[in-house]
């Protein structure tokens, strides 16, 4: 699959997940059972796969599967859910897959000594202009629980570019990853969800049970992460996360149709930050121009 692609499907599905997902959360759905949705049901579509690849992945592959799953996991999952019912979806657009090019190039050069692109410097700073102004309005205009599912949502987008920058370094290829991860994080959520559920999830209305196995064990739990680590082979672990412009936005605006949560003009504007900040960290490198008096100052004598 091709990198931009790749990175495309995943933008879409990560637009559409915070309001498949609120919707959950704020109806019938307790977070814990979507979160065991999503890795259960990610994990039985990629069983087949393990087992049949099961030696050809290699032990270190396994092995630096576990810190993975904490980063794009369960870890990260169980954030972005529970985040979910105390903020709205457009915040967790922006301050989930919209800050991941700011926390990417922080953790970079604080963990891995990556000196960032000027252009990376500025669309984090955007970024970063765009995050305070929104947790700005969720303490001053709405309530704590929004400044509280807004502070899952960063530690969330954290983890993700830890994520990503471990991914790229440690060579750990896409489908195996996203395979590993997904079946460790069942082993870790469904033995817990069976053991503390006081319902089972077989009470919902059969459609409702199918939308979120659809959006969550489906499109999150197994197609998104296969593309965003197809992403990170291609384009590197920079362009991977900086390709994300749209999905602040196009999340504000699926929210604004299908829940009826309207930007506040502050809202709007930090958003809008975050998605320029992006678009300028994904912005190609410009190319050299080579001049003819440069090639002949580099010709041979």
Known sequence: MNG???AAIA??????????TRAGVMGAFAPEELV???????????????????????????????????FQG????????????FAPANHQAALGPGISPAWVALLGFLIFARRP?????VGATLCAIGVVGLAGWSALRLTPAVLLGDAMFL?????GALYVLQLRSWGVRAIPAAAIVSLYSALVVVPWHLFHAHESLWRFAPLDLLWQTLWQGVLIGCI??????????HLGAERSSALVALVP????????????????????????AISAGVTVAAAPAPRARVTGAALLRGAPR
Do not use: D
């Open 249 to 272: 936005a196009l999340s504000a605006l699926l929210a604004l149709f299908f829940l009826g949560e309207i930007p506040s003009v502050m809202e709007t504007a930090a958003i809008l």
């Open 117 to 121: 692109s000027s252009r990376a410097v």
């Open 74 to 85: 369960a870890g990260m999952g169980a954030l972005v859910i529970g985040g979910l019912q």
């Open 4 to 6: 931009y692609l790749a």
């Open 224 to 233: 998104s992460l296969v593309a965003l680590n197809r992403a990170i082979e």
């Open 11 to 20: 933008v879409l599905i990560w637009a559409s997940y915070p309001v498949a």
């Open 155 to 159: 530690c969330a987008s954290a983890l």
């Open 36 to 70: 065991t949705l999503r890795f259960g049901v990610g994990a039985l579509l990629f069983l087949p796969y393990l087992l049949w690849h099961c030696r050809a992945i290699g032990r270190t592959a396994w092995l630096k599967g576990v810190p993975l799953t904490l």
